[in-house]
Each structure stands twice: as C-alpha cells, then as structure tokens.
C-alpha cells in the first residue's frame, strides 16, 4: 500500500465507520496518547522496566500502526499530501545531514 493509498483508506474508514474525523486538537492528543503507547512497549521490552498485568497483550506493531492511523487522519484533516511532506522531508534532511552523521564520532 502507498502512503497515498493508505491516506485514501483512512479517509474512506472516517467517513463510513467512524462517522467523521474528531477536530485537529482531539486527535492530536490521541496522536499523544498512541505514541505513549509506544513509549510504554519500547520501555518494558527494550528497556528496563517490568511489564504489569496491564501491559500484556500489548504489540508494538499494533501500537505504530495506531500512531499511523492518527497521523494519517491529521494529515487528512489538514489537507497534507504525506508522500509529497515525507520526500521533501528526506531531501531537507539528506541535504542538512549529508556529513554530520558520517563525522560523529559518537556513531
């Protein structure tokens, strides 16, 4: 599936399933709310934190294709065409950060 493609699912799922997208600032604290989800399973299977009884059934790929779907819907919502946002944004970055990561002597 494209990024196009994936954007026109949503889109065609807001509006037979869900009715209608919540405003801008609602799904931007459910944006919120997934990517603590993901900061929750990377803390407790990558780190150092012990999982609860709470935390079982938890999968990280469900987790990022929920902060994918928020997303997407923002982009929506606000008339963003992400595959064109997303080339633009590796050509910004290839562009700023063509050396810096090569002479990071931390890396």
């Known amino acids: 599936m494209t990024i196009l493609e994936a954007q026109k ?3 065609t799922w807001i509006k037979t399933i869900g009715v ?6 609602t799904n931007t604290a ?15 299977e990558y780190g150092e934190q012990s999982a609860k009884q709470t935390d079982l059934g938890k999968q990280l790929p469900d987790e990022l294709a929920d902060v994918l779907f928020v ?7 606000t008339g963003i065409d992400l595959t064109t946002a997303l ?13 810096r990561h090569k002479n990071n002597p931390k890396l």
């Not at 209608?20 to 600032?25: A, G, I, K, N, V």
């Not at 970055?93 to 050396?99: F, N």
């Open 9 to 11: 699912k949503v889109d």
């Open 30 to 44: 459910i944006l919120m709310e997934e990517v603590g989800e993901v900061a929750r399973i990377m803390a407790r």
């Open 20 to 25: 209608r997208y919540f405003d801008e600032l």
């Open 87 to 99: 080339k633009e944004n590796l050509e910004k970055k290839t562009k700023r950060d063509s050396d």
């Open 71 to 77: 997303l997407i819907c923002i982009a929506n919502q």
